[in-house]
């Protein structure tokens, strides 16, 4: 079974940084596109930052400038460090992956979300 874990999330000051992790695992051919998704309450999930391959990086403007988003191919590991937080930044932060395996096809999988909470 293939499976997306996120880890990290927790509750910081305004200012302060977190790290979020996302690991994938289970019967794995192949990752192409990994991203970082939230989801702050009342409002829809919105993209905050992808990485299509080990060359390629995008961000959403609310995080750029703060965000960085990077990859460990051996580990099938996407992380995203947070810096200089702001409370607006509260929300569901979301891994994405669009990943190969015993599955035949391309396939999109998601984690369960990791809370991230920023006091003012």
């Known amino acids: 079974q293939v499976q997306l874990v996120e880890s990290g999330g927790g509750l910081v000051q305004a200012g302060g940084s977190l790290r979020l992790s996302c690991a994938a695992s289970?019967?794995?051919?192949?990752?192409?596109?990994m991203a970082w998704y939230r989801q702050a309450p009342g409002k829809q999930r919105e993209l905050v930052a992808r990485?299509?391959?080990?060359?390629?990086?995008s961000y959403a403007d609310s995080g750029k400038g703060r965000f960085i988003i990077s990859r460990d191919n051996a580990k099938n590991t996407v992380y995203l460090q947070m810096n200089s937080l702001k409370p607006e930044d509260t929300a569901v932060y979301y891994c994405?992956?669009?990943?190969?395996?015993?599955?035949?096809?391309?396939?999109?999988?998601w984690g369960q979300g990791t809370q991230v909470t920023v006091s003012s």
């Open positions: 289970g019967s794995i051919f192949s990752i192409n596109s």
């Open positions: 994405n992956a669009i990943m190969r395996t015993v599955v035949p096809g391309q396939y999109i999988y």
């Open positions: 990485m299509p391959n080990s060359d390629s990086v």
